[in-house]
């Protein structure tokens, strides 16, 4: 087999595999299938429902006495220290969807709103204490930002409860230069099932959704421009430099 023979079946076999092979553009996630179109849900600016308490959820509360009165006082000056509280320490939801808690000890949380969790704990420390007050707050609450790159993905706490759309993807470090601003999906749990709300940020149009409040667990996915040429060269380098490699070796060998 001469050199020339050699190339032409070395260009049928590279051709054969670039129909069959898989890594080109594999990291783009979520495409609907050929011929289809992903099916999206008119975009709520707010959440359609409040957050709800669930496994693994990490929560903290402060207790005060008489409506909390003694909060009040210590942050107006009257009385002199803090607030009663139990410290603020963090308390895990276990398998059960229950939480241990000191003194009311195992409390089911799990399906509760703060708000719901809050009215359950004051019931619940009102056999001991006068009036409580209780405030709740989950600590682990956190959407996951694909910005257009699979290695650049973030998981940006929420800090703030009405922390939005825009402050998520910046807090991500932006949208990255192979990351489509006109296909950005949000990806939301609600009432059991995910939903996906495809929004445009490309245009000045966009600027009605960049105050879209996002809530706990949101996947922010930006979809990668597709780079099938650079995609292409990265997987078939190795196989042409080994290609090479053999043709100068049987060069060689032939003289």
């Keep these: 087999m001469n050199v020339t023979s050699m190339y032409k079946y070395f260009l049928v076999l590279l051709t054969i595999w670039l129909f069959q092979s898989c ?3 594999s990291n783009i996630m979520f495409k609907a299938p050929k011929g289809e179109t992903a099916k999206t849900d008119s975009i709520p600016m707010t959440p359609n429902e409040d957050y709800k308490i669930s496994m693994d959820d990490k929560l903290k509360f402060s207790l005060s006495t008489n409506n909390g009165t003694k909060i009040i006082e210590s942050m107006s000056g009257i009385r002199e220290g803090a607030a009663e509280s139990n410290g603020m320490s963090e308390y895990i939801v276990r398998r059960g969807g229950n939480v241990e808690l000191p003194i009311v000890g195992t409390v ?4 509760l709103t703060v708000a719901q969790c809050e009215d359950t704990l004051q019931k619940l420390f009102s ?3 006068q009036e409580p007050f209780v405030q709740v707050q989950i600590t682990n609450q956190r959407v996951i930002v694909f910005p257009g790159n699979g290695a650049d993905a973030k ?3 929420l800090v703030n409860a009405n922390t939005t759309l825009m402050e998520a ?5 932006g949208i990255t230069e192979r990351g489509k601003a006109n296909s950005v999906n949000l990806i939301r749990r609600e009432n059991g099932e995910r939903k996906i709300y495809k929004i445009d940020l490309s245009t000045v149009e966009g600027l ?5 409040v996002v809530q706990a667990n949101d996947y922010i996915y930006v979809v990668p421009k597709g780079e099938l040429a650079k995609e292409t060269v990265k997987e078939i380098a190795p196989i042409i430099s080994l290609f090479s490699s053999a043709i100068i070796i049987f060069t060689l060998i032939t003289k």
Aim: glycine fraction near 14%.
């Design 108 to 111: 089911k949380v799990e399906g």
């Design 127 to 129: 056999k001991e204490y």
């Design 208 to 212: 009605k959704y960049v105050d879209m």
């Design 23 to 25: 890594g080109v553009n």
């Design 169 to 173: 993807i910046a807090q991500a470090g």
């Design 155 to 157: 998981v940006i706490p």
